[in-house]
């Protein structure tokens, strides 16, 4: 699979150039075969980034509700072994996050070093959401003079510095936009509604934000386009049918992990030493 036609490299990046219904000509059958092959890398992959304890993984997955972030992290994720993989979900700040800059509850939950981490909605809340509602930033306590001046410029620049420092610390940063459509968006809310198992899913508030459609595209054209660097691009995943978007993700998962070439770490002489021990007095029966 060609999963760098997904990447964003154009500074005047826009979403209605993507296709949120495409598939290419990927069968779902295919698409679910490929999946499975690449779950089962991705677990070995991760034994090997868990056993190194050089490199962590950091999986950004952001997009409208019911765009199938959680299922993604399902579908691609469930093989992986859970003492390298953490996952976190952003709501709304507390108020003693609200006390703290918009980065700080985000670096506190970083995956460390051999693990997997996954934000399901991350900092870019900060310059999506908080952009569609202004009011949320009053909640800031930011001193006035500087919430007016350039902000999400200055917000942009900030995240972007942000994402070099974790990888220039060994942290690989793997930001996924999933491109759900509006009409398909309605579709998944009302299945919501009519099925037992997604009930509880449910959100009027979730119903009453597709009023602002516009704007949050706006704000994700934005954002997308100012914070794909060389070090941390942005894939816009078409999310319409979600076998194509595990699909696309598990691909590129596997990619960045193969890159890392990591390698079981070497068995020292005292290592040896004591495993030569150790077998001597395992084959004695008591």
Request: contains cysteine; aromatic residues 12%; glycine residues 4%.
């Amino acid at each position: 699979m060609n999963s760098n036609r997904f990447l964003v490299s154009a500074k005047k990046f826009r979403l209605k150039d993507c296709n949120p219904d495409f598939t290419g000509r990927l069968t779902k059958r295919d698409a679910e075969k490929q999946l499975s092959t690449d779950v089962a890398k991705i677990r070995k992959l991760q034994n090997r980034l868990f056993s190194r304890g050089t490199h962590a993984v950091l999986i950004i997955l952001q997009g409208m509700d019911a765009s199938g972030k959680d299922s993604a992290v399902k579908h691609v994720l469930w093989e992986v072994n859970p003492a390298g993989f953490d996952v976190n979900s952003f709501k709304s700040p507390t108020s003693e996050e609200l006390d703290h800059d918009f980065l700080w509850r985000h670096v506190k939950a970083l995956p460390r070093r051999g693990k997997i981490g996954v934000f399901n909605r991350s900092h870019y809340e900060e310059v999506v959401v908080v952009r569609v509602h202004p009011e949320f930033l009053e909640k800031q306590k930011i001193p006035s003079g500087l919430r007016k001046r350039n902000i999400w410029k200055r917000r942009f620049e900030q995240i972007s510095n942000f994402e070099k420092f974790l990888t220039e610390n060994g942290i690989i940063v793997l930001k996924f936009f999933l491109h759900v459509s509006k009409e398909e968006q309605r579709k998944r809310f009302l299945e919501r509604r009519h099925r037992p198992s997604k009930r509880w899913k449910f959100s009027l508030s979730d119903i009453k934000e597709r009023r602002f459609w516009p704007k949050y595209m706006r704000a994700y054209e934005s954002a997308i386009s100012n914070t794909s660097t060389p070090w941390a691009p942005w894939y816009v995943i078409p999310a319409d049918r979600k076998w194509f978007t595990r699909a696309v993700i598990a691909d590129v998962i596997v990619k960045r992990l193969k890159a890392l070439d990591l390698d079981y770490p070497s068995i020292s002489r005292e290592q040896r030493q004591e495993w030569e021990q150790a077998k001597k007095m395992l084959k004695v029966k008591k």
